[in-house]
């Protein structure tokens, strides 16, 4: 096979786990589309199939192989010709995964990432091209937004996480290079920029030698026609009073932090390998509440942790009930081999764990709903995501709405919605899952 024939293939792609693992494939498509093939979102109208893996907890492995398993069955029936298997699960399970799907055609280690396309040119045999390293991408989120990466890997060494395993220790991305990956995907019309990492707070403390997440946001700022930055997955123990007079004084930045907090349990927090202790974090979710009230909060937590007792559970309750946390995501504990909390005591029961989720979420429903309610009444700037074929809506999010991940704002199309549009609208119910809202 030439090279040309090789570019007439079609490549499509199937993208599991989080929003850093969706930047690499995206920048994967980019160099796939840059070499001549066309990037198709159908697994039925491709040649070859990428599925870009999750390993972080059993339930995203579970995915990871089930998607596999579906890719290869189209391969043994004609419909795709080459699989390739990508992301967080080589990385961690490399060669299980060679032996357990032998009709993948290529088991990719991270670091192979930017090799995609001479991977693919030996498949097919056909000689290898050079191939530069681009932060280009092709984006595979909705029209509006898009992530981007500030640093890979992590140092914080949870006793329960995989990331260090799997991904290393932190590597902070060049502040330059960050913002001209920032001014293209501006220039391609993205309006808000997501700014993530297994812990933004620590952002250029490898290469720098101290925290740089605000130096990176003081020349994000600066970006004409970039309307909202948000940053996700900030550490507790980093976040200063700096950064949230920053947040709050800046009008690109929104009003809105991502703060994971696992646990309000000083035994739990202990074992888990957490800095701070109940103390401090009651003391910081009260001062962003009350300096900061305009800065919406949403964290996770994980439920069932080995030790994790009837007092430790309820303590995590009545936090819940005092913290007035926006917008809260829960986990039940995962027993991840190769790490520090597989080998600990005191493992709780998968019924304990699901019926400890089930009332923790509830708890949080009641709280979030209350909070919702005081939005009834409130005019908002709002990004046009996606039209919801299902209610012939379109849905949109707002400044303190992150997408994907918080509710939804529904609104009817009045003829003159398109997506990726900024607009003004005022919020005018919410049915527990949704907001509503009308154009101003």
């Excluded at 509006?144 to 932190?170: E, M, Q, W």
């Excluded at 309307?227 to 123990?237: K, N």
């Excluded at 190769?338 to 019926?355: D, E, G, L, P």
Aim: glycine share 4%; hydrophobic share 40%; aromatic share 10%.
């Amino acid at each position: 096979m030439t090279k040309d024939e090789l570019k007439t293939k079609k490549v499509s792609a199937i993208s599991l786990g989080c929003d850093k693992n969706r930047v690499d494939l995206e920048k994967m498509l980019f160099l796939l589309s840059k070499y001549g093939f066309k990037i198709t979102a159908d697994v039925n109208d491709a040649d070859i199939v990428i599925v870009n893996t999750c390993a972080f907890i059993l339930p995203a492995k579970q995915e990871a192989i089930d998607n596999i398993i579906e890719m290869e069955a189209l391969k043994k029936a004609g419909v795709i010709e080459k699989l390739i298997v990508t992301g967080c699960l080589p990385q961690r399970h490399f060669n299980e995964l060679k032996q357990a799907f032998p009709n993948a055609d290529a088991i990719v280690k991270l670091s192979e990432n930017k090799n995609i396309v001479n991977i693919i040119e030996n498949l097919y045999g056909v000689p290898k091209s050079k191939c530069a390293e681009s932060y280009d991408r092709i984006l595979t989120t909705y029209s509006g937004y898009a992530f981007l990466k500030i640093a890979d890997g992590c140092n914080n060494v949870c006793s329960f996480c995989t990331i260090p395993r799997i991904r290393g220790s932190y590597k902070s991305q060049d502040i330059d290079e960050i913002v001209d990956e920032a001014k293209l995907l501006v220039s391609r019309g993205i309006k808000e920029l997501i700014l993530v990492a297994q812990d933004t707070t620590r952002y250029g403390i490898d290469k720098y030698g101290k925290p740089m997440l605000m130096e990176l946001c003081k020349k994000l700022v600066k970006i004409k026609d970039l309307q909202w930055i948000r940053i996700h997955y900030a550490y507790p123990e980093m976040i200063t009073d700096e950064l949230l007079d920053f947040i709050v004084s800046q009008p690109k930045m929104c009003n809105y932090l991502d703060i994971p907090l696992q646990h309000i349990d000083n035994e739990i927090l202990k074992n888990m390998r957490r800095r701070g202790d109940e103390k401090f974090v009651r003391e910081l979710i009260n001062k962003i509440k009350t300096n900061y009230p305009q800065i919406k909060l949403r964290s996770t937590f994980i439920v069932g942790f080995p030790g994790e007792n009837r007092k430790a559970f309820n303590k995590l309750l009545k936090f819940l009930e005092e913290a007035n946390l926006d917008y809260v995501g829960f986990f039940p504990y995962f027993r991840e081999e190769n790490t520090v909390s597989y080998f600990m005591k005191n493992q709780i029961s998968k019924f304990t764990k699901n019926r400890r989720l089930k009332k923790a979420q509830k708890v949080q429903q009641k709280v979030a709903f209350e909070l919702a309610k005081k939005q009834i009444g409130c005019k908002m700037k709002v990004l046009v995501d996606y039209f919801d074929e299902t209610n012939g809506v379109y849905s949109c999010h707002s400044e303190i709405l992150s997408p994907s991940v918080d509710f939804d704002i529904k609104i009817v199309d009045n003829g003159n919605i398109e997506i990726g549009q900024m607009l003004n609208a005022v919020i005018t119910d919410f049915d527990g899952n949704s907001f509503k809202g009308e154009i101003q």
